[in-house]
């Protein structure tokens, strides 16, 4: 809903979101690039700045960091932004094309805002913002502080479509922020500590490229670059693509890797694999990540893999809904109760650390964001140190196995009304609706957790997770067994159960 006001538009955020279907989902706003338009992103930009100022977060005249993925809309997404940072009185700072993580780091250490334009993963049709507090990433109750604005927009500032009718551009670049990334990094781990390691970096369209290689020769590896991007390529750690897995083993039996590494599309989630050219799974790399930085306190959403408590390694682990917000919550809870090296985890890998961790003499400073980079580094380290493959490695852990698929253009309000059969609040009568969907196939049931969807736990220790999608309309999967194979075999029975429900 929009009102002129002296030539002005009062324009609601909330109803704005309804009309262009650019809505808030578990990092930051998504929509098609075609709704993302410069109107929309200014109006949300102002929003944002404005709810930080309201509550003394930021000063007038301060500065705004600014980066963006390779999308072909992130160029003008970031303008739009820019303008509406230089429009609410602040001044942008252009960062470039660098992971979120990168930016986040920078601006947090100038205690700044900053901002980053990425749909991560999601096909290019489609984009996004992210927006970060001095001290992080926005949580649920800042970004509803956020939604609940009104915003004032020249009225003549853009056209019927949305479009800005005044240029608009970035000021010039100011590389520094990658160099610190780079930096932080080579600070914290040992020189030449990856001498003699063979790596393969799948630049793909990521724009950690080369951040990862510049880090990874760096430290000491031989490093080869594999299949670099010109276009766009939505690479999901947690939806790996058929040509990815067939890719990375043909480049593990030609080359002779340690492993292969990568990243989605703004760098905050790595995808490695092993020597054979197996891709880890995001959660079972959080936990090896959080053996190497002696954390005594991990928190981790209740869909990933059992194995972080199985392995008896730290002293509290606290299980969230799904959303890196909702860690870094449980984070904050932690170190508010008086808990040391926090960290946390999701099992798409993005790995957050929420206090400064202290190794060898060596100190890496806190990100409490999802971060791809430091993934591959402390495995790659304890593999070395425990003078094992990455495959033998995995080997180490508890063996629980997790698969995880999805339905597409399932309605969100179907997929809730299907499960609110299974969250009742009465345990018993939960319980019961869970052997009668799943029993015969899988067992009597002994647990039902409603933290986020629905996950079922079985007598056997089988786990069969149910949960709307927090930023698409999709229904997802997530299965869990004592091996690999059983974990997609389950899957696909779920797949088939939910696929009934259309």
């Known amino acids: 809903m929009a009102t002129s006001i002296s030539g002005d538009e009062q324009v609601s955020i909330s109803a704005l979101m309804e009309s262009s279907g650019v809505k808030f989902g578990t990092s930051g706003a998504r929509g098609l690039a075609v709704d993302m338009t410069d109107r929309i992103c200014y109006a ?40 509406a940072v230089s429009d609410a009185g602040f001044e942008p700072v252009n960062c470039g094309f660098i992971p979120t993580p990168a930016v986040a780091c920078y601006a947090m250490r100038l205690n700044m805002a900053s901002i980053m334009v990425t749909g991560s993963h999601i096909p290019d049709d489609r984009n996004g913002i992210k927006f970060y507090k001095p001290t992080g990433e926005i949580l649920k109750a800042d970004e509803q502080a956020m939604t609940a604005r009104s915003v004032s927009i020249p009225a003549d500032l853009f056209d019927l479509a949305g479009a800005a009718q005044v240029e608009s551009v970035l000021p010039a670049l100011l590389d520094v922020a990658e160099t610190e990334y780079v930096q932080r990094s080579l600070d914290f781990f040992p020189a030449a500590c990856l001498s003699g390691c063979k790596i393969g970096v799948y630049q793909h369209s990521t ?7 510049k880090i990874m020769q760096g430290l000491g590896a031989e490093v080869t670059c594999l299949a670099r991007s010109k276009t766009f390529i939505p690479v999901d750690t947690e939806a790996i693509r058929p040509q990815d897995v067939r890719l990375a083993a043909d480049w593990a039996a030609e080359y002779d890797f340690d492993c292969i590494v990568s990243a989605d599309g703004d760098g905050d989630r790595p995808l490695l694999s092993d020597e054979r050219g197996v891709w880890l799974r995001g959660d079972v790399a959080g936990v090896l990540c959080a053996r190497y930085l002696q954390a ?43 808990a040391d090296n926090v960290v946390g985890y999701e099992a ?33 380290m304890l593999a070395r140190e425990s003078n094992l493959s990455i495959s033998a490695l995995l080997a180490t852990l508890p063996q629980r196995f997790t698969y995880s698929d999805r339905l597409k253009d399932f309605p969100t309000a179907l997929s809730q009304s299907r499960l609110a059969a299974l969250n009742t609040g009465d345990r018993d009568v939960d319980m019961a609706a869970a052997e009668a969907l799943l029993g015969d196939v899988f067992g009597s049931v002994v647990s039902v957790d409603a933290t986020d969807g629905i996950r079922i736990t079985f007598a056997s220790e089988e786990v069969a997770h149910l949960r709307p999608s927090g930023n698409a309309p999709e229904l997802r999967a997530y299965t869990e067994a004592a091996s690999e194979s059983r974990a997609v075999e389950m899957n696909q029975r779920c797949m088939a159960v939910l696929e009934s429900w259309r």
């Open 44 to 83: 949300y930009t102002l929003a944002f700045l404005q709810s930080l100022q309201q509550r003394g977060d930021i000063v007038m005249a301060g500065k705004v960091a600014i980066a963006g993925d390779f999308r072909p809309s992130s160029p003008r997404i970031m303008a739009a932004v820019a303008l």
């Open 296 to 338: 005594s306190c991990v928190a981790t959403p209740v869909s990933c893999n059992s194995a972080v408590e199985k392995s008896a390694w730290f002293d509290r682990v606290d299980r969230t809904r799904i959303g890196s917000p909702y860690v870094i919550a449980a984070m904050d809870a932690a170190i508010a109760a008086g």
């Open 207 to 213: 724009v950690a490229r080369d951040i990862l290689v």
């Open 348 to 380: 798409n890998g993005g790995f957050l650390t929420a206090t400064d961790i202290c190794l060898n003499g060596r100190s890496l400073s806190a990100l409490p964001t999802r971060d791809a980079v430091i993934v591959p580094l402390t495995i790659l």
